[in-house]
T-cell receptor, first 113, second 113 residues
Framework: SQQGEEDPQALSIQEGENATMNCSYKTSINNLQWYRQNSGRGLVHLILIRSNEREKHSGRLRVTLDTSKKSSSLLITASRAADTASYFC?????????????WGLGTSLAVNP | DAGVIQSPRHEVTEMGQEVTLRCKPI?????LFWYRQTMMRGLELLIYFNNNVPIDDSGMPEDRFSAKMPNASFSTLKIQPSEPRDSAVYFC???????????FGSGTRLTVV
């Protein structure tokens, strides 16, 4: 089963509205990362939040992490049509020599002009 | 920096042919990752290298797949012989280390007919 699961799978909003995407995971993590992927392109790293951090900001992006609930959320404020993309969370787990970044299946965001 | 550079961008080949995908990571990044992305299975890690040494190749589907990193600035992923089910987008990514965010290349879209 997936370590990281994004919710919702798809989201459609109007330009100017806020978009919130959630990610849940199962095991303890070292950090959690959010990426964006535009259609036909590679993934772009947005924010990395470490397990001892609770909130991080980058421009219009705000990421929260609740390790007790094993969940994270990505908030995009004042969305623009250019924010239309798929958004993935990835959890970095480290157990001895086993280090892995495990990906969810993504949330598809459509921002309508 | 030009980012992670992958070639070719598109490859169409016949079943049974050998396919070689190439990647140039960002200078100074010690970790390099090969991923495969399909609609059905999402993003799958095939193999990752740290300091040019393969660390985890458990995601390589079968013996038809092989990857090399002869030096810090170049890696190849080879499929021989190729099969239609190998059709996917293959991404290369690099990072300063496994705990850091990744920079992805633009991907190679492989179609095996």
């Amino acid at each position: 089963s997936q370590q990281g699961e994004e919710d919702p799978q798809a989201l459609s909003i109007q330009e100017g509205e806020n978009a919130t995407m959630n990610c849940s995971y199962k095991t303890s993590i070292n950090n959690l990362q959010w990426y964006r992927q535009n259609s036909g392109r590679g993934l772009v790293h947005l924010i990395l939040i470490r397990s001892n951090e609770r909130e991080k900001h980058s421009g219009r992006l705000r990421v929260t992490l609740d390790t007790s609930k094993k969940s994270s959320s990505l908030l995009i404020t004042a969305s623009r049509a250019a924010d239309t993309a798929s958004y993935f969370c990835a959890t970095f787990i480290e157990a001895g020599n086993n280090r892995k970044l495990i990906w969810g299946l993504g949330t598809s965001l459509a921002v309508n002009p | 920096d030009a980012g992670v550079i992958q070639s070719p961008r598109h490859e169409v080949t016949e079943m049974g042919q050998e396919v070689t995908l190439r990647c140039k990571p960002i200078s100074g990044h010690n970790s390099l990752f090969w991923y495969r992305q399909t609609m059905m299975r999402g993003l799958e890690l095939l193999i990752y290298f740290n300091n040019n040494v393969p660390i985890d190749d458990s995601g390589m589907p079968e013996d038809r797949f092989s990857a090399k990193m002869p030096n810090a600035s170049f890696s190849t992923l080879k499929i021989q012989p190729s099969e239609p089910r190998d059709s996917a987008v293959y991404f290369c990514a690099s990072s300063p280390g496994p705990r850091y965010g990744y920079t992805f290349g633009s991907g190679t879209r492989l179609t095996v007919v």
